[in-house]
């Protein structure tokens, strides 16, 4: 059964910096990458990043664009978001996922991920 751990949230000052991690264990064979999702109080789930793996390639969402990096460690079965130039609007529980059926076109649909880590809280205040 697949597992997701993530870990790295904080409390951050506006402008600060911080490195989620999503430990993996027990992929399936059909998974088709790692997305990162993040729910504010009141609000929906929203895609904020996912990286394919078969090829490596990132998609972002525009708000975190030039600010949030996603990256992958194989050997350790991680999958990393670095998120810098932290705003307030930031902050919410940020959760890593993965399914078997995302693509480019639909990696930020929480309805196609079918596996959810239990989430970390970003706070991003002064």
């Known amino acids: 059964q697949v597992q997701l751990v993530e870990s790295g949230g904080d409390l951050v000052q506006p402008g600060g910096s911080l490195r989620l991690s999503c430990a993996a264990s027990?992929?399936?064979?059909?998974?088709?990458?790692i997305g990162w999702f993040r729910q504010a109080p009141g609000k929906e789930r929203e895609g904020v990043s996912y990286i394919s793996k078969n090829d490596g390639s990132t998609y972002y969402a525009d708000s975190v664009k030039g600010r949030f990096t996603i990256s992958r460690d194989n050997a350790k079965k991680t999958v990393y978001l670095q998120m810098n130039s932290l705003k307030p609007e930031d902050t919410a529980v940020y959760y890593c996922?993965?399914?078997?059926?995302?693509?480019?076109?639909?990696?930020?649909?929480?309805?196609?991920?079918?596996?959810w880590g239990q989430g970390t809280q970003v706070i991003v205040s002064s």
């Open positions: 027990a992929l399936p064979l059909l998974y088709s990458g």
């Open positions: 996922a993965t399914g078997p059926l995302i693509d480019r076109r639909s990696w930020y649909d929480s309805r196609r991920y079918t596996s």
